[in-house]
């Protein structure tokens, strides 16, 4: 059973749609993350909820809006997308907060997103 | 300067060569993740360390809290383990994981 996972893995899309990427966990973890990869392969933090709480909102356009619906699922919706989105994101969970308790990441496959 | 520094950025090697992957940081830290990123893609998590050393299978992790640097060891390497490696801290009173930049491995058989 994948304890992260991600749909869809490709995503091609015309710029100025929107649309979401979901991300479902199976590990009763109560802290999920939204990671974005770049080109260039860098990770980089863009959400965080615990117990569907925000609680790490990087410098990320509006146009992000994490959703999560109950602790094993946590969706990022995209509007408007831009040619600049185009990137892997990858969702991740933890079982706590790292301020709690530092404890393993497990991630998703990535979702691979194409605006054209 | 990024705050987290890998080593090399890319790395060859023969089947069975030991390899070695450095991890230098620059903020204060909880805790230490060592991550592979398959040729596909996913990322899996190898290690997560706070002091000391790690050992899982042919790899191992250690850390140097005071140098503020770790380096993630590969023994007996194989074709397999040709990936990306990526190195995460935890930056301290925070929630957030800062990435380096990654390392690619390739092994040659």
């Known amino acids: 059973d994948t304890a992260v996972s991600q749909t869809p893995k490709y995503l091609v899309t015309q710029m100025g749609n929107d649309k979401s990427i979901k991300c479902e966990q199976n590990l009763g973890h109560d802290t999920m993350y939204w990671y974005k990869q770049d080109s260039k392969k860098f990770l980089k933090i863009m959400f965080s909820y615990n117990n569907k709480e925000l609680i790490i909102n990087e410098t990320v356009p509006n146009r992000f809006s994490p959703k999560s619906p109950d602790k094993a699922h946590l969706n990022l919706h995209i509007n408007s997308l831009e040619l600049g989105d185009s990137a892997v994101y990858f969702c991740?969970?933890?079982?706590?907060?790292?301020?709690?308790?530092?404890?393993?990441?497990?991630f998703g496959q990535g979702t691979r997103l194409t605006v054209v | 300067k990024n705050e987290v520094e890998q080593s090399p950025q890319n790395l060859t090697a023969q089947e069975g060569e030991f390899i070695t992957i450095n991890c230098s940081y620059s903020v204060g830290i909880s805790a230490l993740h060592w991550l592979q990123q398959h040729p596909g893609g996913g990322i899996v998590s190898l290690f997560m360390?706070?002091?000391g050393k790690k050992k899982h299978g042919r790899l191992i992790a250690t850390i140097n809290i005071q140098e503020k640097h770790s380096s993630l060891h590969i023994t007996a390497s194989h074709p397999r383990d040709s990936a990306v490696y990526i190195c995460a801290v935890l930056a301290y009173n925070t929630d957030k994981l800062i990435f380096g930049t990654g390392t690619r491995l390739q092994v040659f058989p």
């Open positions: 360390l706070s002091s």
């Open positions: 991740a969970s933890s079982r706590h907060t790292y301020r709690d308790r530092v404890t393993e990441a497990f």
